[in-house]
């Protein structure tokens, strides 16, 4: 039989920890984040990154485990989550990958394998050089050219995508798009319940909002000071996240706090309504909104774990 595993998607703010942790609890699991900020030590608020006492003595994996200096992608993500699940599963757990970055699910639950490239430092230092000094959207123009597919789905801010897109194109010959669309049609090895949470946008985009201030009444720009002091720069990987990369125009006397501030804001909404389209295109999916439950916890987990009873009682007569 395949082993279980069960996905808590859906865009930013919109209540996925809780119901991880809520669902983990019930059904005896843990949670693996899917998550590219919440993998880094000391980038606490501006990841909106659980706390200990959130988790409730469930046991959480790919949180603090890198330091903001380490390069963290697709691949690495795929690695380290699959190490995760084999200790879930030696402590006869179920598994929860929790998260909105939506490639980095959709390569764990596919199995994804991406081929051996992005080996040649020279190319990827000269792409590296086209958006240091002609800007990212330049750098995205490019890949417009060779690859539209992957273009359109990859965010011009998103500029390690965008490279390694170029990479694979110029390295292999093809478009990585006709390499992701092969990939998505696989066979999951998983028995899964891939749920998708979403809310009224208004309402999504208030909490957004609300989430963003509370993030500064608790020490967001003194987090950020902090890692810059440490040497982090706008180059980082670690950086390019919203809620942090935002701040290095305000350090460079650019913008005001209050434009960094509503910056944020709209950086964040916009990627909300990305991460809900992205997931529209992900097929066996189950939507749910929260407020055809009254936006009450108890009864959209007494739901999902009757989804999740429903879809292993098939796979198991099958």
């Given at each position: 039989?395949?082993?279980?595993?069960?996905?808590?998607?859906?865009?930013?703010?919109v209540?996925k920890?809780?119901?991880?942790?809520?669902?983990?609890?019930e059904?005896?699991?843990?949670?693996?984040s899917?998550?590219?900020?919440?993998?880094?030590?000391?980038?606490?608020?501006?990841?909106?990154?659980?706390?200990?006492?959130?988790?409730?003595?469930?046991?959480?994996?790919?949180?603090?485990?890198?330091?903001?200096?380490?390069e963290?992608?697709?691949?690495?993500?795929q690695?380290?989550a699959?190490?995760?699940?084999?200790?879930?599963?030696a402590?006869?757990?179920?598994?929860?990958?929790?998260?909105?970055?939506?490639?980095?699910?959709?390569?764990?639950?596919r199995?994804?394998?991406?081929?051996?490239?992005?080996?040649?430092?020279?190319?990827?230092?000269?792409?590296?050089?086209?958006?240091?000094?002609?800007?990212?959207?330049?750098?995205?123009?490019?890949?417009?050219?060779?690859?539209?597919?992957?273009?359109?789905?990859?965010?011009?801010n998103?500029?390690?995508?965008?490279?390694?897109?170029?990479?694979?194109?110029?390295?292999?010959?093809?478009?990585?798009?006709?390499h992701?669309?092969?990939q998505?049609?696989?066979?999951?090895?998983?028995?899964?319940?891939?749920?998708?949470?979403?809310?009224?946008?208004?309402?999504?985009?208030?909490?957004?909002?609300?989430?963003?201030?509370?993030?500064?009444?608790?020490?967001l720009?003194?987090?950020?000071?902090?890692?810059k002091?440490?040497?982090?720069?706008?180059?980082?990987?670690?950086?390019?996240?919203?809620?942090?990369?935002?701040?290095?125009?305000?350090?460079?006397?650019?913008?005001?706090?209050?434009?960094?501030?509503?910056?944020?804001?709209?950086?964040?909404r916009?990627?909300?309504?990305?991460?809900?389209?992205?997931?529209?295109?992900?097929?066996?999916?189950?939507?749910?909104?929260?407020?055809?439950?009254?936006?009450?916890?108890?009864?959209?987990?007494?739901?999902?774990?009757?989804?999740?009873?429903?879809?292993?009682e098939?796979?198991?007569?099958?």
């Amino acid at each position: 039989m395949k082993k279980p595993c069960i996905i808590i998607a859906g865009p930013t703010a919109v209540g996925k920890t809780e119901l991880a942790v809520g669902l983990a609890k019930e059904i005896n699991g843990a949670v693996i984040s899917a998550d590219s900020m919440q993998v880094y030590k000391g980038m606490n608020i501006g990841s909106a990154k659980i706390t200990p006492d959130e988790m409730q003595n469930v046991d959480h994996y790919l949180i603090d485990e890198l330091d903001p200096k380490d390069e963290f992608n697709v691949v690495i993500f795929q690695q380290m989550a699959k190490k995760a699940m084999e200790k879930i599963y030696a402590k006869g757990q179920i598994p929860i990958i929790a998260g909105g970055t939506g490639f980095y699910i959709q390569a764990l639950l596919r199995d994804i394998d991406f081929a051996e490239t992005g080996n040649v430092p020279s190319l990827r230092s000269r792409y590296e050089k086209i958006a240091a000094e002609k800007g990212a959207e330049a750098l995205h123009e490019l890949l417009k050219q060779k690859d539209p597919a992957a273009a359109s789905l990859i965010h011009y801010n998103d500029v390690k995508r965008v490279i390694r897109a170029l990479e694979y194109n110029e390295e292999t010959g093809y478009a990585i798009s006709e390499h992701n669309e092969e990939q998505k049609v696989k066979e999951s090895p998983y028995t899964f319940a891939y749920f998708v949470i979403t809310d009224d946008r208004q309402i999504l985009y208030d909490r957004i909002n609300k989430r963003v201030d509370k993030m500064m009444q608790s020490g967001l720009l003194e987090e950020v000071t902090c890692l810059k002091e440490r040497g982090m720069t706008a180059g980082d990987v670690s950086m390019k996240g919203i809620g942090y990369r935002e701040f290095f125009p305000y350090f460079e006397g650019k913008t005001t706090l209050q434009e960094t501030v509503e910056k944020i804001k709209q950086d964040t909404r916009h990627f909300a309504k990305r991460q809900i389209t992205w997931f529209k295109r992900e097929k066996d999916v189950i939507w749910f909104n929260r407020q055809d439950y009254d936006n009450d916890t108890s009864l959209i987990l007494k739901w999902m774990i009757n989804k999740w009873n429903e879809i292993t009682e098939r796979d198991t007569n099958e």
